[in-house]
Every structure is written in C-alpha cells, then in structure tokens.
C-alpha cells in the first residue's frame, strides 16, 4: 500500500482568520489520522498573509496535542531562520510531550522575501551556505550528551528527533545521501529537478543510523473530488494562490472560479502547467491512477500530500478519496 501523509500550510482563506485556519489544521490532522495517513507535517513561512503556520513548534504542538498516533513535524524548519541549540530545545520539547511521534524536517531557504528574512535574523551572520554544519550541529544537540559537554539542550539531548532533507534542488539530495537522511522534494511546487534529485541521492547513499537505506518522500498536489468537474473547480483556489504568489503579491486563499484555467493567457498556463506536473486532480479512480503512474515513474516511498482547498468540508473530503484511492491501490 501506498504511504500517503499530510503537508499543510494551514491556509488563511479569504474572509477568515488565523483561528479558523488553526483549528481546521486540526480537524483535517484528527480526520487524517483516522484515515491512515501516516504523518502532518506542517512549513514554516513567514510575511505570508495566507499562511498560518509561520510558529511552526507551537502549530506543531497544537496539532500533536489533539491527536494521538499520527506522527506531526516540520516540512520543514527553514534552519538558517534560527540557531540550531534553539530548534533543538524545541523539538526536545515536543519530543517530551509527544514521544516517538515528533519529525524534524529541515530546509536551507528562508521561507519568505528577502526583507522579513532580514527582519528575522537581524544582523547575525545566518547563511544558506552554512546549513550543512548547522544539520550536524543541531544532530549534536538531540544526541545524548557527553561528559562535560558545555552546551547541552534540555529538553532534547538524547530525543534523537528523526531529521529530513527537505529540498527542491540537487543541493538537498547530496546533502540527505552524505549525511545517510531520509530525502524530501518539493514537487509539487517545484517539480523541475524531481527526478535528477531522485537519482543522485539513491546512487550517493551512505547509511548512518538513523536510515540503513535511502528513503524518498515526495510533495504531491491532491485534489479530489465525487466529479471531475469539482475537483477541477475546487482546484482553482490554489492556483489563484499559486499565480498571485509568482507575481509577488501572496494573497489568502480564495473562492474557486468555474473555468478559471480557461481565463488565463498562455504565459500564466504554461507557469501553471510546470508548477504543477506533479498533481492529481479528479474522482476517486482517476486519482488512484494518477498516483500510480507517479509512483511508478519515482519510486517514490512516500507522498506527502498537499490539497489547499477554499472550503474545510470539501477539503476533508478530498483528503478522504485520496486515502481510498491509495486503497484501491493495494488492491491492484
């Protein structure tokens, strides 16, 4: 059976609050969890009006708070944003309150625009070039501590949160390979290195112990729906999103638009088209066949689903037919 987990930013839809949006990442995890889904991961992003898991340790514990088997963690923690001790005392933390179910997944890009990237760090010296030796630092701190070790994080030196590659470059799948890391890509955002990542981290591997051999999770857009008509239409508000955010001017999630891809001019479809290659969109069945040819096409361990969907109810429900066509999927 095909391992199928959640990503959510908890979306901000248009004419409602952070609240709302926090307590429906909730509803969608407790669901999820019912549903077999194997882990929720929520992104860090920042100056983002649209998004509400920007504290991502405190979503994090909210949403493992309220659920009782589903594994919940970061995807990711955009780690040159903070000094590793702290995302280390952190994530010791939720490793305390939740045990065994917490996951670190780490990302060297700031999560936002360069302006609040600067609001965030201030005048410390945090660079993307840096993030390798900040994995193995923060990896130091969740190790148990040895004697006489100057700096120890309380909670986390012993928790040995599991740590991900996040990445939607060939940086990332060198980088989880070296270090012996599960590896996730990007691809439903930015899909365009999907397959050369892929590559390059199972032939690069070195096993370490937290992994034994490479494990590939892959991002991937879901929209599903009892009609391909709806789940075409549901689909809409996300690529609203996806088009305003291209441009510079991130908005909260809208309402769908019937024939909204028909509005659009060739630039903006063929934008559309490449962000979005790894998607599946339609009924149950069409669904489960779409995932299928993706998997077969990857190899992929795992998807994490993404389905930012205007409506919390036909969200649900589009997050319930992906988890029956993963079913129909062990059937086959």
Not at 3 to 30: C, E, F, H, K, Y
Not at 78 to 97: D, R, S, Y
């Amino acid at each position: 059976m095909p391992t199928l987990s959640v990503l959510d930013l908890a979306p901000i839809t248009q004419g409602s609050t952070a609240t709302i949006a926090l307590n429906n990442a909730l509803d969608l995890a407790r669901h999820a969890e019912q549903w077999g889904y194997r882990r929720y991961w929520v992104a860090e992003h920042h100056n983002m009006r649209g998004i509400a898991s920007a504290a991502t340790a405190v979503v994090i514990g909210h949403i493992a708070g309220g659920t009782s088997t589903i594994r919940v963690g970061a995807g990711g923690i955009m780690l040159p944003n903070h000094a590793p001790l702290v995302i280390a005392e952190q994530f010791g933390t939720l490793a305390a309150l939740y045990p065994d179910r917490i996951d670190l997944g780490l990302g060297r890009a700031p999560g936002t625009d360069p302006l609040t990237a600067h609001a965030l760090r201030r005048n410390l010296e945090s660079r993307a070039e840096q993030f390798p030796d900040d994995v193995v630092e923060l990896q130091h701190y969740l190790k148990e501590a040895r004697d006489g070790q100057p700096v120890v994080a309380t909670p986390g030196a012993g928790s040995r949160v599991p740590l991900y590659i996040l990445g939607s470059s060939l940086f990332g799948a060198q980088l989880a390979a070296a270090m012996g890391l599960p590896y996730a890509f990007a691809s439903h955002f930015a899909p365009q290195d999907l397959m050369d990542a892929i590559a390059i981290y199972r032939d690069r591997f070195q096993p370490s112990a937290q992994l034994a051999a490479p494990y590939v999770m892959a991002g991937y857009n879901v929209f599903a729906a009892d009609t391909e008509e709806e789940a075409v239409f549901l689909r809409s508000s996300a690529l609203q999103a996806m088009l305003a955010l291209r441009r510079g001017t991130p908005i909260q999630l809208p309402p769908p638009v019937a024939n909204f891809e028909a509005q659009l001019n060739l630039q903006e479809k063929a934008m559309l088209e490449m962000i979005t290659q790894c998607s599946a969109v339609g009924t149950v069945d069409s669904v489960a066949q779409q995932m299928a040819v993706f998997l077969q096409r990857t190899g992929a361990d795992e998807l994490i689903c993404v389905g930012s969907i205007y409506d919390h109810g036909r969200r649900l429900r589009s997050f319930e037919l992906a988890a029956q066509a993963r079913d129909k999927l062990a059937i086959k």
